[in-house]
């Protein structure tokens, strides 16, 4: 992956589009900010019956961490949170280049390149580890 294929179109466009910025009332909620750059997150996920039903987030960052926390607020929504844990955990393998289920991956192989950007691997997790936390903290209620 060459550094344009990084920043392609359909990245730059999830991190332009606004479409999961905002915030959820009565929603679980976290914040998360990765020291090395800056992006900073609070991430919002409404959760009932076991069910996502919605997700959001306020921040700002760079490109590639703006993009993959669009990209999981859309993944997330609809699964229970078994799937969606399952999904997070897949992501993040993917991103430290191990072997990963494409299957579960989806279209979020756009970002199956990103070990070999370590620079930004963390921008890339920063909304994906605070997914799973939030899932964690709905469990435990």
Known sequence: MSLEDLYSEIILDYAKNPQFKGSLENAYENHAKNLSCG????????????????????????????????????????????????????????SQGKSFNEHIIGDLDIFKDISTYPMRIKCFTLAWHTALETIEDFEEG
């Open 39 to 94: 992006d900073e997150i609070n991430l919002f996920l409404k959760i009932e019956d076991d069910i996502i039903k919605d997700a959001k987030f306020k921040g700002h960052g760079c490109i590639i961490s703006q993009a993959s926390t669009s990209m999981l607020c859309e993944a997330l929504k609809g699964l229970n949170t078994e799937k969606g844990k399952e999904l997070i955990n897949e992501v993040i393998k993917m």
